[in-house]
């Protein structure tokens, strides 16, 4: 069964320093996005993406953040220069399309579990 | 604000028990809902969910959900618990303000079933 990937599965880091967290979605979706997950909180959505634009954004996804297809299979997510309070689960989703006014499944990745020391 | 709000962080059940996880979620027009679910070391997984149609929903592993317009809510359920079902629930929402494409999540809430 096809799923989504994410690559590491934990990455540590010193505040400061740039980190680049990469999945893989389902290879006929069309749709991507982040999420994070601070321990004990909620998830949060932080950004989709769609034929090679960003087409949504929290207000968490500042300057500080990038997204990026840099080929046809990886979608990365790129945090310039890591603060403390970045240290969460990161999720990837895909889903397949966006029906006109409906909702297409989001498939999750297990999820890189970033600690920014 | 649009927002989901999930009673309980921890539910405990034994084996064979009613499973009942309460969702509430706030919006001024009609929402999409879901529930996922997560294993440890794992993504999540889709449970079920509610766009149009029918307000009571079935999903995998036995589980199902009734939407409650009246009461905003939209409790997951399932008549017998297994060991199987210990793991992470949470509640969703999309397709608040034209935000069809992006998943608002509550808290989420533990379930355990012992023996």
């Known amino acids: 069964e096809p799923e989504v990937t994410q690559t590491p599965s934990h990455q540590v880091t010193q505040m400061g320093q740039e980190v680049i967290l990469r999945c893989v979605p389902i290879?006929?979706?069309?749709?991507f996005y982040w999420y994070r997950q601070i321990l004990g909180q909620k998830v949060e959505f932080l950004v989709s993406?769609?034929?090679?634009?960003?087409?949504?954004k929290s207000e968490i996804f500042d300057d500080q953040f990038s997204v990026e297809r840099p080929d046809g299979s990886n979608f990365t997510l790129k945090i310039r220069s890591t603060k403390l309070e970045d240290s969460a689960m990161y999720f990837c989703?895909?889903?397949?399309?966006?029906?006109?006014?409906?909702?297409?499944?989001?498939?999750f990745g297990p999820g890189t579990r970033l600690t920014v020391l | 604000a649009q927002s989901v709000t999930q009673l309980g962080s921890h539910v405990s059940v034994s084996e064979g028990a009613l499973v009942l996880l309460r969702c509430n979620y706030s919006?001024?027009?009609?929402?999409?809902l879901f529930w996922y679910v997560q294993y440890p070391n794992q993504g999540l997984q889709l449970l079920l969910k509610?766009?149009?149609?029918?307000?009571l929903v079935k999903g995998i592993n036995g589980f199902e959900a009734e939407f409650k317009k009246s009461e905003t809510s939209f409790h997951l359920t399932k008549p017998s618990a297994h060991m199987s079902d210990a793991a992470e629930y949470f509640c969703?929402?999309?397709?608040?303000?034209?935000?069809?494409?992006?998943?608002?999540f509550g808290a989420g809430t533990r379930l355990a079933v012992h023996p």
């Open positions: 969703a929402v999309s397709g608040i303000a034209g935000g069809y494409n992006k998943l608002i």
């Open positions: 509610y766009t149009t149609g029918a307000t």
């Open positions: 993406f769609y034929n090679n634009e960003i087409s949504e």
């Open positions: 290879s006929n979706h069309l749709y």
């Open positions: 989703a895909s889903s397949e399309t966006r029906t006109s006014g409906g909702f297409d499944e989001q498939f």
């Open positions: 919006s001024s027009v009609p929402p999409y």
